[in-house]
């Protein structure tokens, strides 16, 4: 195990890699999808309707499946990584445009509309009043969707993937230790996913000024 432990750590940062990478993106495709359901253009509208209908009511496997095997069989193909990043993202993004859009619709118009009388553009408006008090009220929603995203990475695995669970698979396949490895990378995974809610903490406290625990 400890002479093995070098290639779980990789493990780790591959999985801690893709996650934050696929959040990264999620993010600012979520905030696009729900400004876009909120301005109620009707092309635009139906497109991030359907994107979000099918990211939450599609279970996670179902979006990696199709993302590798999927776009395989139309003669997409793409490396286990991209196609587990292009899931995580497509399913990020849906449940975190419609946390952003309460999170937009907690805010009063009025603050939009005094912005624009102090001669604010609209992306003025977003940038600097709108999206700063809304990032604040949905931060602990979106360090769950964090956390969701580093556990559910752990199903590259079904596409050979060589994330933390990937590599404990073939790890265990070699020296038939399928206990103790698989013991050790859920001691990792629960050691990962506290140090992200730490710094999240952390990060707020730094951001925020410390209004959110």
Not at 44 to 58: G, K
Not at 81 to 107: D, H, K, P, Q, W
């Amino acid at each position: 195990m400890f002479q093995k432990m070098p290639e779980l750590l990789n493990g780790v940062f591959v999985t801690f890699h893709v996650s934050v990478l696929a959040m990264l993106i999620g993010v600012v495709i979520a905030i696009l999808l729900a400004i876009t359901k909120m301005n109620n253009s009707k092309p635009f509208c139906y497109v991030a309707t359907v994107w979000v209908e099918i990211a939450r009511n599609t279970p996670a496997l179902f979006q990696i499946y199709m993302a590798y095997f999927g776009l395989g069989a139309l003669g997409i193909h793409l490396s286990p990584y991209v196609a587990v990043l292009s899931a995580l993202v497509f399913i990020n993004a849906g449940y975190l445009t419609e946390t952003f859009r309460g999170g937009f619709s907690s805010i009063p118009d009025t603050q939009f509309r005094a912005s624009r009388s102090l001669g604010m553009s609209s992306v003025q408006a977003y940038r600097y009043i709108i999206l700063p008090q809304m990032l604040r009220r949905i931060y602990h929603p979106m360090t769950n969707q964090f956390v969701w995203s580093i556990l559910m990475s752990s199903l590259g695995i079904l596409v050979g993937m060589s994330e933390l669970s990937g590599t404990t698979q073939k790890l265990q396949s070699q020296s038939f230790r399928t206990l103790e490895f698989f013991i050790v990378a859920a001691v990792l995974y629960f050691v990962l996913t506290k140090l992200v809610l730490f710094g999240a903490s952390l990060l707020s406290r730094r951001l925020f000024k410390g209004d959110i625990g």
